[in-house]
């Protein structure tokens, strides 16, 4: 039986090698970059000019109309009452946790996988970050073990919708108030996603973006936003990201200067009408790559939990047969550029190890494992397939 079995399945991999060299020796060698934003900025060009010059002729560099009708417009995308924008992702992270009143004395409970931005926040708020390892389904926070993690100091939850896929809300949502816990999400990834119908960013009391070009909402510059449905919450936000005062020269508290620009606002309002559309257009490749990879023996694609939309900000396939080091040189060597997020979970890197006393396996273990593929909303079809068509092609050879 088992014979019988292992030989079907050698046939089907032949079979699906054998259809994928056919395809592949159809193909030229072509260049696919990790993302590209030119083409987008192209489409965009004469609208972008447009707010450009507006800002430009009405010398409202900081604050004012375009800042305002942005805050507007993405809260309404958010699905939440209040939207304020500041300098960058990491400032959101911090701001919010300040604006929460957490500082120094209290524990913030966040995911091992995430960028190192997110344990940066915590630490620059005086807070101790505790790191829970990720679930090895999801990669985000596993929500059976933050429990374990629970002290009389914990304050706050950060959970990260890593990769755009939103992170088990309901469970971080229940522990939490079981507990008395603040929750501000992380959706520095996530612009758009939905869990469960709701939006991310709609279910913490606060939730963070970052506007980096490379973002699913991408300003041409850096930028950021938190974003709540307590009014409390946003003006204490407004004040810290504009020296603690929400007049010039009025400093109630100490602040920071963190606020996002006009001429960012004007262009993320400009991006933000095309967002809905080209986190779609990720969705569907995300489907195409599933398709292309799902006779892959040693490649597993994400996963998206029932209930969840991710916007796919990144692609990551596991390989769990062969070096995901060497596949990563060969794809390199075809053209084909790829990433990794991240090469070390953020408890293993240099600044933060002396926060993290314990081993998170699941996150070290896929640190070595996973890799980001070309993902952006213009990618063709052809270049998912030759991409598609050299992994399987690696994984296979790498098995032999
Ligand atoms: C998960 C996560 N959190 C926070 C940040 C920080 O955002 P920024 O680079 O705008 O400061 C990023 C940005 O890369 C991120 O990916």
Request: hydrophobic share 40%; aromatic share 8%.
């Amino acid at each position: 039986m088992q014979e019988a079995l292992n030989s079907k399945k050698g046939n089907e991999a032949s079979m699906m090698t054998k259809q994928v060299q056919e395809r592949r020796y159809r193909q030229t060698r072509i260049n696919v970059p990790f993302m590209e934003l030119k083409r987008e900025h192209e489409i965009l060009r004469k609208d972008l000019h447009k707010v450009w010059d507006d800002v430009l002729d009405s010398t409202g560099f900081i604050g004012g109309a375009a800042v305002e009708g942005f805050e507007t417009a993405f809260a309404a995308f958010c699905e939440v009452k209040h939207a304020v924008g500041v300098g960058n992702g990491t400032d959101a992270l911090l701001l919010a946790l300040k604006a929460l009143g957490i500082g120094p004395g209290d524990e913030v409970i966040t995911a091992a996988n995430s960028f190192v931005a997110t344990a940066e926040a915590i630490v620059h708020s005086g807070a101790t970050p505790v790191f829970v390892d990720i679930d090895h389904k999801t990669y985000n926070i596993d929500i059976n073990q933050i429990e374990d993690h629970i002290t009389t100091r914990t304050k706050a939850i950060i959970p990260v919708h890593l990769y755009g896929q939103p992170a088990d809300m309901d469970s971080v949502l229940s522990v939490a108030k079981l507990y008395g816990l603040r929750v501000i999400e992380d959706a520095a990834q996530a612009h758009g996603a939905r869990y469960h119908g709701r939006r991310a960013g709609s279910m913490g009391d606060a939730a963070c973006f970052s506007f980096y070009p490379a973002k699913n909402l991408g300003a041409c510059g850096d930028g950021g936003a938190v974003v709540s449905n307590d009014p409390s919450i946003a003006e204490a936000v407004r004040r810290l990201r504009d020296h603690g005062g929400l007049k010039k020269y009025e400093h109630d508290v100490v602040g920071h200067n963190s606020r996002l620009d006009s001429l960012q606002a004007a262009v993320l309002q400009i991006k933000l009408q095309h967002l809905e559309g080209r986190n779609e257009m990720r969705r569907q490749h995300a489907r195409a790559y599933g398709e292309l990879l799902s006779q892959t023996d040693g490649v597993v694609t994400p996963f998206e939990p029932t209930g969840v939309a991710g916007v796919y900000h990144l692609y990551v396939i596991r390989t769990e047969r062969g070096s995901r080091d060497r596949l990563q040189e060969f794809l390199k060597n075809n053209g084909v550029q790829t990433g990794i997020h991240y090469p070390a979970p953020i408890h293993r890197t240099p600044a933060f190890a002396s926060f993290c006393e314990y081993a998170c396996p699941v996150a070290e273990g896929y640190a070595k494992r996973i890799l980001s593929l070309p993902m952006y909303p213009e990618i063709e079809r052809n270049q998912l397939e030759y991409v598609a068509d050299l992994v399987s092609m690696r994984t296979f050879e790498g098995s032999q």
